[in-house]
Nanobody, 127 residues
Framework: QVQLVESGGGLVQAGGSLRLSCAASGLTFSTYAVGWFRQAPGKEREFVTTITSSGRGTYYANFVKGRFTISRDNSKNTVYLQMNSLKPEDTAVYYC????????????????????WGRGTQVTVSS
């Protein structure tokens, strides 16, 4: 069965960095775009970033541009989210999700486009 497992979350001070990982199994990873979403307490889930199946294309929400970087290693079935210059408003549960796009350079941004989801990892940024 398909599994997406996030890791790397934790508590960090404002201005600090974290690297999240999303490890996938049970699917042909190189045919899936992978995105990161987040949900803060009392707020709706929001799109953060996504990467195409090949890794050549990325798309970021405006509020993380210049601070977060998404990358992937298809040989390890893993996507990474490097988060720098973290702010208290980045505090949320971060989820990765996979969308089967094949070889198309598609950057899905709506949660409804994704086929599989992980359970999330908590990121807390203290001021």
């Amino acid at each position: 069965q398909v599994q997406l497992v996030e890791s790397g979350g934790g508590l960090v001070q404002a201005g600090g960095s974290l690297r999240l990982s999303c490890a996938a199994s049970g699917l042909t990873f190189s045919t899936y775009a992978v995105g990161w979403f987040r949900q803060a307490p009392g707020k709706e889930r929001e799109f953060v970033t996504t990467i195409t199946s090949s890794g050549r294309g990325t798309y970021y929400a405006n509020f993380v541009k210049g601070r977060f970087t998404i990358s992937r290693d298809n040989s390890k079935n893993t996507v990474y989210l490097q988060m720098n210059s973290l702010k208290p408003e980045d505090t949320a549960v971060y989820y990765c999700a996979a969308d089967q796009t094949g070889a198309a350079e598609i950057v899905p941004r709506r949660g409804s486009e994704y086929d599989y989801w992980g359970r999330g990892t908590q990121v807390t940024v203290s001021s």
